[in-house]
Each structure stands twice: as C-alpha cells, then as structure tokens.
C-alpha cells in the first residue's frame, strides 16, 4: 500500500476535523462518500488501529494514541482510497 498517492471517488467530499486532534476527530461526509473501511497507519505505515465507518455519529477516538502525525486511510465500497494526514496533540 502507498499512502503518498490518492485515488479519491469522485465527488466524494470529505472532512477531518479538528486537525490537529486532541482526543476525538470529526469525519463530514457527502451522500456519495460510501466508505466500506477506516485505517489509521503511523509514520512507518504500519496500521494502528482501525474505526467503523458505518457509527451513526462519525466521531473517532484517539485518546490511547501517542502525540505525533498518522495517516487515516479510507477505502470506499468502489474500490477508490483516500489519505488524509492527521496530527494527535
């Protein structure tokens, strides 16, 4: 897996937030955003935890994670991914 290039859906709109995150995280989805997986991966692209996506209210916690930058990679049911970059404070 590379996570240095995205193939994103089309018109998929997505949004993290806050960024940098203390212990929760925020994802804003559009209607057409169907995510099938949600992978957390740290520097070394190694995964560190996975979300469900399907949670009726898309917020995720972090609170167990170390202070540093990881890469929250989505998958979509059309087989497109996406890589956001997130920052835990």
Do not use: C
Not at 28 to 53: C, E, G, H, M
Request: proline letters at 6%; glycine letters at 4%.
């Amino acid at each position: 897996m590379s996570l240095g290039i995205d193939e994103v859906t089309e018109n998929a709109n997505i949004s993290l937030y806050p960024n940098p995150v203390q212990d929760v995280f925020n994802l804003k989805l559009s209607a057409k955003a169907a995510i099938k997986a949600l992978t957390l991966f740290d520097l070394n692209d190694r995964p560190v935890t996975t979300f469900d996506p399907l949670q009726a209210k898309p917020q995720y916690r972090l609170n167990d994670l170390a202070e540093g930058m990881y890469f929250l990679h989505l998958l979509y049911h059309d087989g497109a991914t996406q890589t956001l970059k997130l920052v835990k404070k």
